[in-house]
């Protein structure tokens, strides 16, 4: 739809679509009076066509990235290339391909939400009928359009995002970088990002999304790099990630605490290496799991309270994550 915009047009050469969505060289930034540097010396490629997560705890350094290659703050040291082409020295043609989603929404809160698209697209060059539609559409992707003419300052946090996300995306970029869009927000809201997200994606657009909730990456994002401190940990598809570590307990939840007899019981299994007994929930660790839980489930339904749920096998990012930095990470 480019041939449709009325100001600043799209230059031949603006995108190279052989090169990568985005690589970083050596990506370093530190802050006057910071006691350690923000990045430091992250290399990374994200290739075309996926949605990738940046995923990391608070203070990892994932706003920092964000604003780095959203042109906000200057590298320290390193490269960044977006699209093929240098942020430093050639932004012009990066205005167009690039969509970002800031972590805090910048909007204004006393003009109404169509106001708010349509001075937006105007900043972005967009003018005329082709404006007036990118703005119906975003109010449509946002599921806005009820409240299109209502001032900002009345929405609730999920509409502030909602908006904020279709902000990104009224110049139709191809590559849109996102920075904890979903932090805090209503179920339905976060549900409604997600599905946006995963429909342009669909369409062909790159998605780079940071994020602290673990979860939210496993769902979402077909490859992810975990970063913590400033440094990149590790870097892969998520099952690949997920491959590295698995579970080996069995997580026992019953309606009413267990008495100390059944955890004995169950203790004298074979396979069976600990149980460890906390109120109303069993973990057992196992070194054969998979002999081990047909005796177990028998021993918890003959002798047990009622079982409210089981899980085994499940490997998360959240334990590659803490595998991976000793378990002293702190996810939140
Ligand atoms: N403007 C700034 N001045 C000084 N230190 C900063 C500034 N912005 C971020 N930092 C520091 O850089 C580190 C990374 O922060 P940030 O990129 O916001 O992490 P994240 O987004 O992963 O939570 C933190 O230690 C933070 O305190
Ligand atoms: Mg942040």
Do not use: W
């Not at 799209?10 to 990506?27: M, S, V």
């Not at 996300?165 to 970088?177: A, D, N, Q, S, T």
């Not at 913590?228 to 998520?238: A, E, N, T, W």
């Amino acid at each position: 739809m480019t041939q449709h915009r009325c100001a600043s047009p799209a230059q031949p050469g603006d995108t190279d679509a052989r090169a990568p969505a985005i690589e970083l060289l050596g990506l370093s930034k530190s802050f006057p009076g910071g006691r350690a540097p923000a990045l430091d010396g992250i290399d990374l490629v994200v290739p075309r066509g996926g949605i990738f997560g940046i995923l990391g705890p608070n203070g990892a350094g994932k706003t920092t990235l964000m604003s780095i290659l959203g042109g906000l703050i200057l590298p320290s040291a390193g490269s960044v290339r977006i699209a093929g082409h240098d942020v430093l020295t050639e932004s012009r043609h990066i205005r167009h391909i690039l969509g970002l989603v800031p972590q805090e929404p910048a909007i204004y809160p006393t003009l109404t939400a169509r106001e708010n698209l349509d001075f937006f697209g105007r900043m972005q060059g967009l003018s005329g009928a082709y404006l007036d539609s990118r703005v119906q559409a975003c109010l449509e992707l946002a599921e806005m359009t009820g409240e299109a003419d209502q001032r900002v300052e009345q929405f609730s946090g999920g509409y502030k995002r909602r908006l904020n996300m279709v902000i990104g995306l009224m110049h139709e970029p191809e590559i849109l970088i996102l920075d904890e869009p979903t932090v805090a927000i209503d179920p339905h809201s976060r549900a409604l990002i997600h599905h946006r997200l995963r429909e342009l994606n669909a369409a062909g657009i790159t998605i780079l999304i940071s994020t602290h909730y673990m979860e939210e990456a496993e769902l979402l994002c077909s490859d992810v790099a975990i970063i913590d401190h400033g440094r990149l940990i590790v870097q892969g598809s998520v099952p690949e990630l997920l491959a590295r570590r698995r579970d080996e307990a069995i997580e026992l939840q019953f309606f009413s605490e267990p008495d100390g007899a059944l955890a004995q019981a169950l203790q004298a299994i074979p396979g069976v290496r600990q149980v460890e007994l906390a109120g109303c929930r069993m973990r057992i660790s196992s070194d054969r799991p998979e002999l081990a839980i047909a005796p177990i489930m028998q021993r918890v339904q003959a002798d047990g309270p009622t079982l409210r749920s089981l899980v085994y096998g499940r490997a998360s990012l959240e334990q590659v994550f803490l595998s991976l930095t000793g378990d002293r990470g702190e996810l939140r």
